[in-house]
């Protein structure tokens, strides 16, 4: 992975690589933005642009083939494990951080999911960014960087990274996955920036099970009880999606407001869908899509709060179909 492999990101690109050939990479970086849109590539750039012979990451060399393959000793990888970051983890790294590199000019130790180091660990942490030991790079990844202590926040470099503009992504996923202009746009939109989201298994919910799951929704009433109950067993037994489910729903009502006041199409997420929005936006008042993308709120709220997924969904859904 190459900073010109990137996608996006030229601003972090270009201070990177001035920091890098002037020689005054700072001894922690914060990469701090949305998950998704590239702050691990561009973590794993700058340290094989670093361990590289010549000093490029020119992915020909054996120090960058071992960044690509993960068995560099000198590159030190943190993820959070069920989200939570210990002390023990840390003090790990401590301790390979004091000792010499072995092949590279420095160790460079990189921690993503900064935001789940637990208060001990943040603690812990804080020592080694106000005393580093030795030749060392620590590369701090976050998504909530409101979240860390502000003496960590304050010790690091702070590189702010972007979710992607639409057209660009939209263009992007047009041509590597061959889709057609109105699916890239869908895709782009639902994926808020993200290129791994695009890529990922959101792609199927967003182009394939979207409109099964707005159908369903849209054919519900007021009174139709048990299909309403079954349709909230199916979102609340797909907990790994549903989040992303209600967000498809929210995106299928901000659409039916914008017809609503007015907008031009090209403003809508769900174009593949103009026939059904245009013919359930005269029989949709404006009090009753705000009081559905209330509901979809307050039902995203309480999935937060770790309440019960199907009861969640069940009161969700009643006050959608009872919304006039």
């Not at 060399?61 to 993960?70: E, L, Q, T, V």
């Not at 959070?80 to 002390?87: G, N, P, Q, S």
């Not at 770790?306 to 006050?319: D, G, I, P, T």
Request: aromatic fraction near 4%.
């Amino acid at each position: 992975m190459t900073f010109s492999s990137i996608i996006g990101h030229d601003r972090q690109k270009e201070i990177l690589r001035r920091a890098l050939s002037s020689n005054r990479l700072a001894h922690a970086y914060l990469f701090e933005g949305p998950s998704g849109i590239g702050k691990r590539l561009m973590a794993l750039a700058l340290a094989r642009a670093l361990v590289c012979r010549d000093r490029t990451g020119c992915g020909d060399c054996p120090a960058c083939r071992k960044i690509d393959h993960n068995n560099h000793p000198d590159l030190h990888l943190l993820d959070a494990e069920d989200a939570t970051i210990k002390i023990d983890q840390i003090r790990g790294i401590q301790k390979n951080l004091a000792l010499r590199p072995l092949e590279a000019d420095c160790k460079i130790c990189l921690i993503d999911g900064a935001e789940w180091l637990n208060p001990a660990a943040g603690n812990a942490l804080l020592k080694t960014l106000e005393e580093p030991q030795g030749k060392a790079l620590l590369i701090l990844l976050t998504a909530h960087p409101e979240t860390l202590l502000d003496t960590i926040r304050s010790r690091c470099q702070r590189l702010p990274f972007r979710r992607l503009p639409h057209k660009q992504l939209a263009d992007i996923l047009e041509s590597r996955l061959e889709l057609e202009e109105v699916d890239a746009h869908i895709l782009a939109a639902l994926s808020e920036g993200s290129f791994k989201k695009a890529l990922g298994q959101h792609r199927e919910l967003y182009l394939e099970n979207r409109r099964d799951l707005i159908r369903s929704l849209t054919a519900l009433s007021a009174g139709s009880i048990f299909p309403l109950m079954e349709f909230a067993q199916q979102l609340a037994d797909d907990k790994e999606q549903l989040a992303d489910v209600l967000e498809i729903f929210q995106t299928f009502y901000r659409d039916l407001l914008l017809l609503h006041f007015g907008r031009p199409e090209t403003e809508l997420v769900n174009l593949d869908m103009r026939e059904t929005l245009h013919k359930l936006v005269r029989r949709e008042s404006v009090t009753g899509l705000l009081k559905k993308l209330d509901a979809l709120h307050q039902g995203r709220q309480q999935l937060l709060r770790n309440v019960n997924r199907q009861l969640a969904m069940e009161v969700m859904l009643m006050r959608i179909s009872a919304a006039a």
